[in-house]
């Protein structure tokens, strides 16, 4: 099926440890974005493409670094994992963005990331 | 600060009784705004958009309204399904790149 998917779905890192997550789309989306989602919190934006070739920081950045491999793929790094970063990770993409945009998201499955 | 507040947090109703979930906001400028639907474990999946001019928009037997005016958009749930457990999450964008401001969510359970 169409869609975003995102590997791995569950991770557990020690402290200090690097991972990647990968993100692809197969809708020819032009945008693609990193959310987080915590308990009792909506969801919170790490990064964001609007278009290959472009990234941008979000709401919440810190510690993590994005690449637009291409059109289809966008990965999220962490260089060195903290217990603040155990969370639900999820990717989405959209066709594009920008203002007054009502273009839908479509949402990967999530990555469930536990650092301890 | 942009907010988006969402009630009740959690909700269990019977299969087949209608439900509503609430939606209030606090962004500006106003773009649009959005339900999700969230299943456990699962990323949300697109249920409505609905842009400033835009009362009332449906999709099956889900129908989202949108009052501009007070900030408050409610999501009504007909007949419902145990395929309807999940949370609702309701989003509105400001029309900026990429920026939503997501409500924490209503978890609904539907039980027999």
Known sequence: ?116 | KNQVEQSPQSLIILEGKNCTLQCNYTVSPFSNLRWYKQDTGRGPVSLTIMTFSENTKSNGRYTATLDADTKQSSLHITASQLSDSASYICVVSDGTASKLTFGTGTRLQVTL
């Not at chain 1, 020690?14 to 993100?23: A, D, I, N």
């Not at chain 1, 994992?81 to 969370?87: F, L, R, V």
């Open chain 1, 1 to 116: 099926n169409a869609g975003v998917t995102q590997t791995p779905k569950f991770q557990v890192l020690k402290t200090g440890q690097s991972m990647t997550l990968q993100c692809a789309q197969d809708m020819n989306h032009n945008s693609m974005y990193w959310y987080r989602q915590d308990p009792g919190m909506g969801l919170r934006l790490i990064y964001y493409s609007a278009s290959e070739g472009t990234t941008d920081k979000g709401e919440v950045p810190n510690g993590y670094n994005v690449s637009r491999l291409n059109k289809r793929e966008f990965s999220l790094r962490l260089e060195s994992a903290a217990p603040s970063q155990t969370s639900v990770y999820f990717c989405a993409s959209s066709e594009r963005t920008g203002a007054a945009s009502g273009y839908g998201y479509t949402f990967g499955s999530g990555t469930r990331l536990t650092v301890v």
